[in-house]
């Protein structure tokens, strides 16, 4: 399989720009919930917590792929 220059270019354009989309949409999920995700799930260790923040991330994950994939 022989892949262009072009198409290597775009492929990482394209996962940068979804990454970054996922990280700013992260951090507005964390401001608008109650408390800070990260010391809640880091320092107290609250699994519920952790599984709240997950499942948020998958789903702006999906978002953010099927607005980059069309």
């Known amino acids: 399989m022989v892949t262009s220059l072009a198409t290597l270019l775009n ?3 394209y996962a940068g720009v979804g990454i ?3 990280l700013i949409g992260f951090f507005i999920l964390d401001l608008l919930t109650p408390g800070k995700l990260w010391a ?3 320092d107290q260790r609250n ?4 599984i709240v923040a997950g499942a948020m991330a998958l789903g702006l994950a999906i978002i953010v792929a ?4 069309g």
């Not at 699994?47 to 952790?50: E, S, Y």
Request: no cysteine.
């Open 11 to 13: 492929t990482l354009l």
């Open 20 to 22: 970054f989309v996922f």
């Open 40 to 42: 809640e799930i880091h």
């Open 47 to 50: 699994i519920g917590v952790a």
């Open 66 to 69: 099927a607005a980059i994939h």
